[in-house]
């Protein structure tokens, strides 16, 4: 079975940085693409940043130049390296892997998704 496992998540300081990891099993995640979505309470999941199976990437406005998506297709792994962390970034954040070519990054009810982690922006 398909199986996501973030880590990562935690509580740092205004204009800090943290590095979300998510490795994917079950899945031929070289043909996939992967996103990282994030939600707070009383609001919808919403991307945050996406990386597709060639490499190309897409960004949410509010966190354009601070945050970077990666992948290395050897480890089945995606991460989010986040920088200048603002307490408006704070969320549970979720991977997710879906075929982009048939879904498109805004459907919420696509593909599969990981178990979520915390991150906290806070002094």
């Known amino acids: 079975q398909v199986q996501l496992v973030e880590s990562g998540g935690g509580l740092v300081q205004p204009g800090g940085s943290l590095r979300l990891s998510c490795t994917a099993s079950?899945?031929?995640?070289?043909?996939?693409?992967m996103g990282w979505y994030r939600q707070v309470p009383g609001k919808q999941r919403e991307l945050v940043a996406g990386?597709?199976?060639?490499?190309?990437?897409k960004y949410a406005d509010p966190v354009k130049g601070r945050f970077a998506i990666s992948r290395d297709n050897a480890e089945n792994t995606v991460y989010l390296q986040m920088g200048s962390l603002k307490p408006e970034d704070s969320a549970v954040y979720y991977c997710?892997?879906?075929?982009?070519?048939?879904?498109?990054?805004?459907?919420?009810?696509?593909?599969?998704w990981g178990q979520g982690t915390q991150v906290t922006v806070s002094s």
């Open positions: 997710n892997v879906r075929r982009l070519e048939l879904t498109g990054w805004d459907r919420l009810d696509a593909g599969y």
């Open positions: 079950g899945i031929a995640f070289n043909i996939n693409a």
């Open positions: 990386i597709s199976s060639r490499g190309s990437t």
